[in-house]
C-alpha cells in the first residue's frame, strides 16, 4: 500500500508526500505544513464491505417549509446573514486582528440573548475578565450572555451537550485543541479537527455555532481552505485602520444572497449601524478636483455611491509606480492598457495611483468606466462636476458593457442630490431617474464627449 500523503497546503489544501517551500497547486510559498491523520482508519476492510444503513431518498418536488428565523434587531448584521440567525448553521467570520470582530460578535451576542436566544460565548484568546471589560465599555454588562474562556474541544462539547444553548460564538477557531489529534493548536489538522466537530454539533443539536477565523496576509481566512466547504455561511469584517468605516461582507451564504454587505462606523462605544452608507461615503467629498469620479456601484442588493481618486504624475523611474487602494491592480493595467490602445493615450513615463475613498472595497466590473475617467481627469488635470455620478464595463475592444440593475444606481444618485450620470449605451435602465444621462457606446466616444478629445 502506498504511503499516505501527511503535507498539506494551508492555502489551497493540496496534498503531498514531502515537505517543500513552495506549492505546486496554487504557487504559495511557506504554506505547507505536516498533517496527522485523524483517525487510523479502516484498515484493508473496504467500507462497502460492510452494510450500513440505508438513506431516505427524495424527488424535487418534495417542498419544505423556510428555516426560521431570529432577527437581533441589529439590522446591518441580520442584513448580512440573510434575515436573521437560522438554526443548526455554522457561520465563519475572518478580518483582520484589530479590526473589530470581537466587538461585532460580542454586540450581536448581546443582541441576539436579548432577542430570545440562549447565548454562549466562548474566547479561547481572551480571559473573561478582558471580554467582560469590552462588555462594559459597549453597555452590555446586562445582556444575558454566557461567558467562558476555554481552548480545550473536548470540554468545550461537553459544557454544550450539557447547556443545550442557542448560539455559540467561537473566539478563534485557530486556539482551539482537540486532544485526539496530535499537532500543535492552529495547525491544519487542529483546525480542520475542531471546525469538523463544532460543523457537526451544529448540525445534529440544532445549535447555531459562529467561528472566528484569523486571516493571512493576503486576506483570506487563514487555515484549510475545506473549513470554508464546510460552513453554510461565511464573513469578511473589512476596513482600513485609517477609518471609522467597517464592511461586513458575505462571500458564502447558503440561507441569503452571497456579496450582501452591513456597514459599520467605529465608535467610542462600540460599532454603529450605518443606513444610508452612500452618504457616510461621500460626506468627506470636498470641492470638485481633478482625479475625483462618484462611482454609482451595487454591493449585494443595495446600490453605494463611493468616491474614486486618481493621481497621475511625472515619474522618475524606469518602471513607473502602479499603486492601487480597494480596486484590483489588475484591472487597473487592463484600463491603462485600453485607454492607450485604443484611445491613443499613453501613461508612459508616469506613475499612477488609484484610491477607494472610505476604506471600501469594489469587486464590480462597473467600476471601469469611473476608474477610467479618474485616471483621465487626473492626467489632462480637468474636473468633473461634481454633480456627475459614472458607471459601466470595458471591453478590451474598447466597447462599453450596461451595467446591472442601472435604475436602482440611478435612484440612488438621485436621492443624494446628483443630477447628471455618464452610463454606455443600452441596459434596461427602465427610467432615467430623473438625471440628464449622458451615454456613450465605447470609450473613445466617452473620451470624445467628457473631455472633448478622441
Same mark, same amino acid.
Given at each position: 500500500m502506498a504511503k499516505a500523503k501527511s503535507f498539506t497546503c494551508t492555502a489551497c489544501g493540496a496534498s503531498f508526500s514531502k515537505w517543500s517551500g513552495r506549492c505546486e497547486g496554487c504557487g504559495a510559498w511557506n504554506t505547507i505544513a505536516q498533517e496527522t491523520p485523524l483517525s487510523s482508519g479502516p484498515g484493508s476492510k473496504s467500507l462497502g464491505a460492510a452494510r450500513g444503513t440505508p438513506i431516505t431518498l427524495s424527488?424535487?418536488?418534495?417542498?419544505?417549509? &423556510? &428555516? &426560521?428565523?431570529?432577527?437581533?434587531?441589529?439590522?446591518?448584521?441580520?442584513?448580512?446573514l440573510g434575515g436573521g440567525m437560522v438554526p443548526s448553521s455554522a457561520i465563519l467570520v475572518g478580518g483582520d486582528p484589530g479590526i473589530g470582530k470581537s466587538t461585532l460578535l460580542l454586540q450581536g451576542a448581546a443582541k441576539f440573548a436579548r432577542a430570545g436566544l440562549k447565548t454562549l460565548y466562548i474566547s479561547g484568546e481572551e480571559a473573561s475578565a478582558q471580554v467582560r471589560m469590552r462588555a462594559q465599555r459597549l453597555g452590555l454588562s446586562d445582556a444575558p450572555v454566557k461567558l467562558a474562556a476555554e481552548t480545550n474541544l473536548r470540554d468545550i462539547l461537553t459544557t454544550l451537550d450539557a447547556e443545550r444553548p442557542d448560539l455559540v460564538i467561537i473566539d478563534s477557531i485557530q486556539t482551539m485543541w482537540a486532544d485526539n489529534v496530535e499537532s500543535a493548536p492552529g495547525s %491544519?489538522? =487542529?483546525?480542520? @479537527? !475542531? @471546525?469538523h466537530e463544532l460543523t457537526s454539533f451544529a448540525k445534529r443539536s440544532g445549535v447555531s455555532v459562529v467561528l472566528v477565523g484569523h486571516v493571512t496576509k493576503e486576506? =483570506?481566512? !487563514?487555515? &484549510?481552505?475545506?473549513v470554508e466547504h464546510m460552513v453554510d455561511t461565511v464573513l469578511y469584517f473589512e476596513g482600513e485602520r485609517g477609518h471609522q468605516f467597517r464592511i461586513l461582507r458575505a462571500v458564502k451564504n447558503r440561507f441569503g444572497p452571497a456579496d450582501e454587505i452591513g456597514v459599520f462606523e467605529m465608535t467610542g462605544a462600540g460599532l454603529a449601524e450605518v443606513t444610508n452608507p452612500s452618504a457616510l461615503f461621500l460626506s468627506e467629498r470636498g470641492q470638485p478636483s481633478p482625479g475625483s469620479v462618484v462611482f @454609482?456601484?451595487?454591493e449585494g442588493t443595495r446600490p453605494v455611491l463611493v468616491e474614486l481618486q486618481a493621481l497621475v504624475a511625472p515619474s522618475s523611474l524606469s518602471q513607473p509606480r502602479r499603486t492601487v487602494v480597494g480596486w484590483d491592480g489588475g484591472r487597473l493595467a487592463m484600463i491603462l492598457a485600453v485607454l492607450e490602445a485604443r484611445c491613443g493615450i499613453p501613461f508612459t513615463g508616469l506613475d499612477v495611483y488609484l484610491n477607494v475613498a472610505g476604506g471600501l472595497k469594489i469587486t464590480e466590473p462597473a467600476a471601469d468606466l469611473a476608474v477610467a475617467a479618474a485616471l483621465l481627469s487626473a492626467r489632462e488635470d480637468a474636473a468633473l462636476p461634481a454633480?456627475? %455620478?459614472v458607471f459601466g464595463e470595458i471591453s478590451l475592444s474598447g466597447a462599453l458593457r450596461p451595467a446591472p440593475q442601472s435604475e436602482n444606481r440611478l435612484k440612488e444618485a438621485k436621492k443624494l442630490g446628483f443630477t447628471a450620470a455618464i452610463a454606455p449605451t443600452g441596459g434596461k435602465t427602465g427610467t432615467d431617474g430623473g438625471? !440628464?444621462?449622458?451615454? !456613450?457606446a465605447d470609450l473613445t466616444g +466617452? %473620451?470624445?464627449?467628457? +473631455? /472633448?478629445? /478622441?
Open positions: 424527488d424535487l418536488s418534495t417542498t419544505e417549509t &423556510p &428555516p &426560521p428565523r431570529t432577527r437581533s434587531g441589529l439590522d446591518e448584521l441580520d442584513r448580512v %491544519v489538522s =487542529q483546525v480542520r @479537527a !475542531a @471546525a486576506g =483570506q481566512i !487563514a487555515g &484549510p481552505r475545506v @454609482a456601484g451595487i454633480d456627475t %455620478v438625471l !440628464a444621462l449622458t451615454r !456613450a +466617452f %473620451v470624445g464627449e467628457v +473631455f /472633448g478629445a /478622441g
